[in-house]
């Protein structure tokens, strides 16, 4: 199973990204979906999650009413729409999925390798 996401890069504040990761691999189902981001010095944090149904969600209070998170379970993707940026939103993101690779295999955890995204002042 893998995790590969886009979209991150440079972008001043008050700009947008568009971050998406997409799930491949081996998978029987995927529960929630996420994603988080560390920023140089600091632990790693939840940004925003997406229940499996789409249907409810929740982000961090430094990025709600900015970020919006979706995800299209026909394509095993999650989508991290990120607007009025700020310098403070410069990090390492991370796409994190739950998920099962059998009708019969636990439920794990699984992590993209990361995406750089800068905000400038």
């Known amino acids: 199973v893998q995790l590969e996401e886009s979209g991150g890069g440079l972008v001043q504040a008050g700009g947008s990204l568009r971050l998406s990761c997409v799930a491949s691999?081996?998978?029987?189902?995927?529960?929630?979906m996420a994603w988080y981001r560390q920023a140089p010095g600091n632990q790693r944090e939840l940004v925003a999650v997406i229940a499996p149904s789409g249907s409810i969600s929740n982000c961090a209070d430094s990025v709600k009413g900015r970020f919006t998170i979706s995800r299209d379970n026909a394509k095993n993707t999650v989508t991290l729409q990120m607007n009025e940026m700020k310098p403070e939103d410069t990090a390492v993101y991370y796409c994190?999925?739950?998920?099962?690779?059998?009708?019969?295999?636990?439920?794990?955890?699984?992590w993209g390798q990361g995406t750089q995204v800068t905000v400038s002042s």
């Open positions: 691999g081996s998978i029987f189902s995927i529960d929630k």
């Open positions: 994190n999925a739950d998920l099962k690779t059998a009708r019969w295999s636990t439920m794990r955890s699984y």
